[in-house]
């Protein structure tokens, strides 16, 4: 069975961290490019950042640096390492899959409509 499953969201205050995680099954991440992406209230879902079967990884125009995404091959646990979280931050996170090869859709890794396997998403509230 294909399934993501996020966690680690939860309230933290300006300046704070969180990691969040995606247990992923049946995406074995040897054949899938993983991502994550940030859904604010009333916007579009917005890549963060991706990483490749060979571990390359993409990074979106809003992490400035402050997010790093990384996967434990063995576990097939996805992780998004958030630091000095600002209020804008706040939203739904969501664990992204496409199964390689895939033909991109500019900018690269980075777009929605690339991905066809999702979570349900967790939710991150940064209070300043």
């Known amino acids: 069975q294909v399934q993501l499953e996020e966690s680690g969201g939860g309230s933290v205050q300006t300046g704070g961290s969180l990691r969040l995680s995606c247990r992923a099954s049946?995406?074995?991440?040897?054949?899938?490019?993983m991502a994550w992406f940030r859904q604010r209230p009333g916007e579009e879902r917005q890549a963060l950042a991706a990483?490749?079967?060979?571990?390359?990884?993409s990074d979106g125009d809003s992490t400035a640096g402050r997010f790093d995404i990384s996967r434990d091959k063995v576990k097939n646990i996805l992780f998004l390492q958030m630091r000095n979280l600002r209020p804008e931050d706040t939203g739904m996170y969501y664990c992204?899959?496409?199964?390689?090869?895939?033909?991109?859709?500019?900018?690269?890794?980075?777009?929605?409509?690339?991905?066809?396997?999702w979570g349900r998403g967790t939710q991150v509230t940064v209070s300043s």
């Open positions: 990483i490749d079967t060979d571990g390359s990884i």
């Open positions: 992204a899959a496409v199964r390689m090869p895939h033909t991109w859709r500019p900018p690269g890794r980075l777009h929605v409509s690339d991905y066809n396997i």
């Open positions: 049946g995406v074995p991440f040897s054949q899938h490019c």
